[in-house]
């Protein structure tokens, strides 16, 4: 079997998005819509990933840079599609299959292509029918039905441009072939470029047959040179990764409302409900339930771990069922064990609570450990940046920090110790015990409250 060589068209600007990012790196579902397709195109296993940049180049590269082993070739010249598959093809062998594919198609599935890149055709083009055919290249056949070529929408005829199949810009050919039609290319259109559509014409010039597949599901093939196309991408792709969720069995009480910016693994009878959204690498235990309007990104929650409505976690791991929330927020580094309570507004960041320690109010918790059963009041805020550095606040087990009170790390809390309301902790608190640290309270004899002076 041939060795596949896969070339990704990734120089254009897309200057219809109006948008200072290039249009490969326009967000989908989170994420640049180019990594959603090289993504694909690493299933196929190919013997080499070749992304032509152009427009932006540093910007894609740095895009890019997770994945070493793909090969960047510059077009430094934008003059057409056939001009930047020339650039790739010096690295490519002549015996070897090449899959041409444009940068912002992020729907295709692997199957599909797997599917399409395994035609023996010299040369062979991925077609679909267009319900609105505007923009793309028309697919012209002979009283036979075979392929002649493809005609650009700027360069067809009125008749051409009522054909509704159309090209998708993905091709799959061989390498020795293809390399030598693309030397052969002219400009002579309305935009001065060299297309590699116009293969099409000169492969049935030599004689050779070209094979047109026709795609089951457009929408797979769709790309984006503006921002309501983008949107109408950003609806097929959420609507498929609800769907797969709704298969795997979540719940969902009103899936259109339910947003999926990355990949999540969710166990039995996991509920997503109203206006969830679950970004990066997400994965919900058995009976997770996110409330409406919570946002989840980056986190692991256990099974039996309840998400009321708007909270936004982010980098949080529960070891057991929680309830967090509501209006609760949870930064990177929050741990938690089973039975913690972190209730409305409460911020937590790089904090480890043990099992069925609660926060239940109003309070701020950074850089802590605290212990199993602790109570914080509302209120309670640990003081963990000193204007250059932070520091560990440490709360035992069974602790009982009365509400209104600031623990100035670094700073220790004993074991079944207890701070009384309002004070303000700088020193170790030992075990046991009742520490309060507040001024008393005295009454001044004789003081008015001052009084609104009058305008003149």
């Known amino acids: 079997m041939r060795e596949l060589h896969v070339v990704v068209l990734a120089a254009g600007e897309g200057k219809r998005m109006n948008s200072r990012l290039p249009k490969v790196l326009q967000p989908l579902a989170g994420e640049p819509m180019l990594l959603h397709l090289l993504r694909t195109v690493r299933r196929l296993d190919p013997a080499c990933l070749h992304v032509v940049v152009g427009h932006a180049a540093d910007q894609v590269q740095a895009a890019l840079a997770r994945w070493p082993e793909i090969r ?13 598959v020339m650039q790739a093809m010096g690295a490519i062998p002549d015996q070897a299959r090449v899959l041409v594919l444009p940068g912002d198609m992020p729907l295709v599935r692997a199957d599909t292509l797997q599917d399409f890149s395994a035609l023996t055709a010299p040369l062979a083009i991925l077609s679909f029918i267009a319900a609105d055919p505007t923009g793309y290249g028309r697919i012209l ?31 799959a050919a061989d390498a020795g072939r293809l390399a030598g039609w693309l030397e052969r290319l002219g400009n002579d259109n309305s935009q001065g470029e060299y297309y590699l559509t116009d293969c099409a014409a000169l492969a049935v010039a030599d004689g050779i047959k070209v094979q047109a597949r026709v795609c089951d599901d457009a929408e797979e093939l769709m790309g984006a040179n503006n921002m309501r196309q983008l949107a109408d991408m950003e609806a097929v792709l959420q609507r498929r990764r609800r769907g797969a969720l709704l298969d795997a069995g979540v719940r969902m009480p009103d899936p259109g409302s339910v947003q999926i910016r990355g990949r999540v693994q969710a166990g039995r009878d996991v509920e997503l409900d109203r206006g969830a959204i679950l970004e990066g690498q997400v994965e919900l235990g058995d009976g997770v339930v996110i409330g409406a309007g919570s946002i989840v990104r980056d986190s692991r929650l256990a099974a039996g771990t309840r998400v009321e409505p708007y909270c936004v976690l982010e980098g949080v791991e529960t070891r057991g ?48 450990t605290v212990g199993a059963r602790a109570n914080l009041g509302a209120g309670t805020i640990t003081c963990n940046y000193d204007g250059a550095n932070k520091h560990l606040t440490e709360i035992g087990d069974e602790a009982f920090i009365g509400s209104n009170s600031a623990l100035v790390a670094p700073v220790k809390i004993g074991e079944r110790a207890t701070i009384g309301a309002g004070s303000v902790v700088s020193g170790d608190a030992p075990a046991g015990a009742l520490t309060v640290a507040r001024a008393r309270a005295r009454t001044i004899p004789g003081w008015e409250r001052p009084v609104k002076k009058e305008s003149k």
Do not use: M
């Open 72 to 84: 960047t070739v510059t077009q430094a010249e934008r003059l057409g599609t056939g001009h930047a």
């Open 141 to 171: 056949r002979d009283e036979n039905r075979n392929v002649a070529g493809i005609r650009e929408q700027r360069d067809a005829t009125p008749d051409e441009q009522v054909i509704d199949e159309v090209n998708s810009g993905v091709i």
């Open 321 to 368: 069922g929680c309830t967090l929330g509501p209006f609760a927020r949870l930064r990177p580094g929050t741990v938690l064990a089973a039975g913690v309570r972190i209730g409305n507004f409460v911020e937590t960041k790089k904090a480890t609570f043990a099992e069925g320690a609660k926060a239940s109010h109003l309070s701020y918790v950074g850089d802590a």
